[in-house]
């Protein structure tokens, strides 16, 4: 890819695409992203604010198309300085980006014949991160989360989803289980995942719209999220161990609705 000398940056104005619901911006509400890949996606995206960008020389260098097609450049920084803003044990790869969170995306938002994910208190910033990126290589509509149950849609989370938070839309709810009532009324199916289920999901027949719903490392699906599923099922495992990961059981899922519903539409 070609890379242009960046500029002295200027920050610039985010732009809502259609139904976005912008949040206040005071300073509290400020978040920082860092990695290449992160940084790059919401370059990107329009709808991301920028406010500050922080970059090594090489840095700016890797991300300087990026910059130049969004019209900002990098505050030249040194690695010693991005790690007392972030911690030195942070892998930012010579980049923090100080902006915003993203506009709000309401549930009756999202594309009605696709795959959401849904996770159940899954609050690992980590596997959030992990799911959001399998989210957007399989093309899923977007992701589910409850509002006070989940980690902070930045830093960490925004890292391991490798620019997928700014390509796949998030949607936060107050009510898991009223959600996906919401969508059992929309049309969706919704498909909980749990270990002890009797019915494979590789048995199951693919129907869109579809809701994939996972639940936390160790607790599952609470009671109330399994009753507002259509079907339980498993995912087929061999050997000993038998419990996957939650970001392992979303990608399994995904991979599995991607493929079936490829051969049906034949």
């Known amino acids: 890819m070609q890379r242009q000398k960046p500029r002295q940056m200027r920050p610039t104005r985010s732009r809502g695409g259609k139904g976005a619901r912008p949040r206040p911006g005071p300073a509290s509400d400020r978040v920082l992203l860092y990695g290449l890949h992160a940084v790059e996606a919401a370059l990107a995206n329009p709808r991301r604010p920028i406010l500050k960008l922080r970059a090594t020389e090489n840095a700016a260098r890797r991300l300087e198309t990026a910059l130049t ?46 795959v959401l994910i849904v996770l159940d208190q899954v609050t690992d910033p980590q596997n959030v991160g992990a799911v959001l990126r399998s989210a957007a290589a399989f093309g899923a509509a977007g992701l589910v989360l409850h509002d006070r149950h989940s980690p902070p849609l930045s830093g960490a989370l925004a890292k391991a989803a490798s620019g997928a938070l700014d390509i796949v839309p998030v949607i936060l709810v107050k009510n898991l289980a009223r ?46 999220t399994r009753q507002a599923c259509d079907s339980l099922c498993r995912i087929s495992t061999k050997g000993s161990l038998a419990s996957l990961n939650v970001s392992n059981a979303a990608a399994i899922a995904l991979h599995w609705a991607s493929t079936a519903a490829s051969r049906a539409a034949r």
């Open 69 to 114: 097609r969004r019209g900002v450049t990098a505050e030249l920084a040194s690695p010693s300085e991005l790690d007392r803003l972030l911690g030195a044990n942070t892998v930012h790869q010579g980049v923090v980006l100080e902006t915003e969170p993203l506009p709000s995306v309401e549930l009756d938002e999202v594309a009605p014949d696709g």
């Open 179 to 224: 959600a996906l009532a919401e969508l059992g009324e929309r049309g969706f199916v919704r498909v909980g995942l749990a270990e002890d289920a009797t019915q494979a999901l590789e048995t199951l027949a693919v129907t869109l719209p579809l809701a994939l719903v996972l639940g936390a490392e160790g607790k599952g699906l609470r009671h109330l």
